[in-house]
């Protein structure tokens, strides 16, 4: 069993930065792969970047890739996204999800939190 956490969402304007923690419960929390997917209003939940669960590889949606980084510390149970040069489309709820391993499709994952909003201004 897993449960997992967000913090770290907030609103800021576009070009901006902002750091999302995932933190993580549960012994098995190492074997874990995790993925961020993210929902705005009216949308479907999307991939965003996943890390495997030792953290020797990632994967980033194309949407994202150059300006978010994911990172995690098993040691500390947590998992971070770093997200840089945000834009009005990056505002959406922001999860964190649990799977034995990395994946791209929301339905391979059995762990969610409750997710964080984020919200990007022009």
């Known amino acids: 069993q897993v449960q997992l956490v967000e913090s770290g969402g907030g609103l800021v304007q576009a070009g901006g930065s902002l750091r999302l923690s995932c933190a993580a419960s549960?012994?098995?929390?190492?074997?874990?792969?995790v993925g961020w997917f993210r929902q705005a209003p009216g949308k479907e939940r999307e991939f965003v970047t996943g890390?495997?669960?030792?953290?020797?590889?990632?994967d980033y949606a194309d949407s994202v890739a150059g300006r978010f980084s994911i990172s995690r510390d098993n040691a500390k149970k947590m998992v971070f996204l770093q997200m840089n040069s945000l834009k009005p489309e990056d505002t959406a709820v922001y999860y964190c999800?649990?799977?034995?391993?990395?994946?791209?499709?929301?339905?391979?994952?059995?762990?969610w939190g409750q997710g964080t909003q984020v919200t990007v201004s022009s």
């Open positions: 999800a649990a799977n034995q391993g990395l994946a791209t499709m929301a339905e391979n994952y059995k762990y």
């Open positions: 549960g012994r098995t929390f190492s074997t874990y792969a």
């Open positions: 890390i495997s669960w030792s953290g020797g590889y990632t």
